[in-house]
């Protein structure tokens, strides 16, 4: 009956981002190409049989050309849907000031980040991901800590999409030397930067040490 009950959630869900989608004009395919997804993806978040998280539904209702105001309600039955398929992930892990970060990132033209001592999430591997949160509490739930690495990696998909907004990070030195994780998990995630700040769309700086504060 829950199962039955959760698939109803989605299905209800994928109508209201079929209307959105339809309203905007686009087809499948053409919003599947703006962001950079499988054709499958988007015609299994509306048809409800893929248990859409809310960071898929933002960049979804984003490249729809919505606002914030208007993304809100679909996002409350996006949360209803998951508590309905026995995750609580978005209550514990997307609250108002990560949802309006996703938001941003996802709409923005250029956005400019400063991080100065640790790696930024958008630049994060799952396993440097995964370290810091455990870093911040040992105890917590594995299903709340896979949350959150999907969370991020999900995040990471606006680098990525076809004709991708402009990225521009300063990172301070110490973020680079601060240990998260084991040395493989240090080694894995300087290996990631380095592929990743070969991107057209993206620029990396380095702010050392000797520069000292650093006011943007």
């Known amino acids: 009956m829950g199962n039955r009950y959760s698939s109803a959630a989605y299905r209800e869900l994928g109508?209201?981002?079929?209307?959105?989608r339809q309203k905007a004009g686009l087809s499948e395919g053409e919003l599947a190409r703006k962001l950079g997804w499988p054709l499958t993806t988007i015609s299994?978040?509306?048809?409800?049989?893929?248990?859409?998280?809310?960071?898929?539904v933002?960049?979804?209702?984003?490249?729809?050309g919505l606002t914030v105001r208007e993304v809100e309600p679909i996002l409350e039955f996006a949360r209803l849907a998951e508590r309905k398929q026995g995750y609580y992930l978005s209550d514990k892990?997307?609250?108002g000031s990560l949802q309006?970060?996703?938001?941003h990132e996802s709409s923005a033209d250029h956005s400019i980040i400063y991080e100065?001592?640790?790696?930024h999430g958008l630049l994060q591997t799952p396993g440097y991901a995964r370290a810091r949160i455990l870093s911040l509490n040992s105890i917590i739930a594995e299903e709340?800590?896979?949350?959150?690495?999907?969370?991020?990696?999900?995040?990471?998909?606006?680098?990525?999409?076809?004709?991708p907004s402009r990225f521009t990070f300063y990172l301070h030195e110490q973020a680079l030397?601060?240990?998260?994780?084991?040395?493989?998990?240090?080694?894995?995630?300087?290996?990631?930067?380095?592929?990743?700040a070969a991107l057209d769309n993206l620029v990396l700086r380095i702010v050392p040490s000797v520069a000292g504060e650093v006011r943007l």
Not at 49 to 56: G, L, N, Q, V
Not at 116 to 119: A, G, V
């Open 100 to 103: 309006s970060l996703i938001f």
């Open 15 to 20: 109508e209201m981002l079929r209307q959105v």
């Open 116 to 119: 100065p001592k640790l790696i």
């Open 177 to 196: 030397r601060l240990r998260v994780g084991t040395d493989e998990v240090m080694q894995e995630q300087l290996l990631h930067l380095v592929l990743t």
């Open 144 to 163: 709340t800590v896979a949350g959150g690495v999907r969370t991020r990696m999900e995040r990471r998909q606006v680098l990525y999409r076809p004709n």
């Open 58 to 64: 933002i960049q979804y209702l984003v490249m729809c």
């Open 93 to 95: 892990l997307i609250g």
């Open 44 to 56: 299994r978040m509306e048809n409800g049989r893929r248990t859409s998280s809310t960071t898929d």
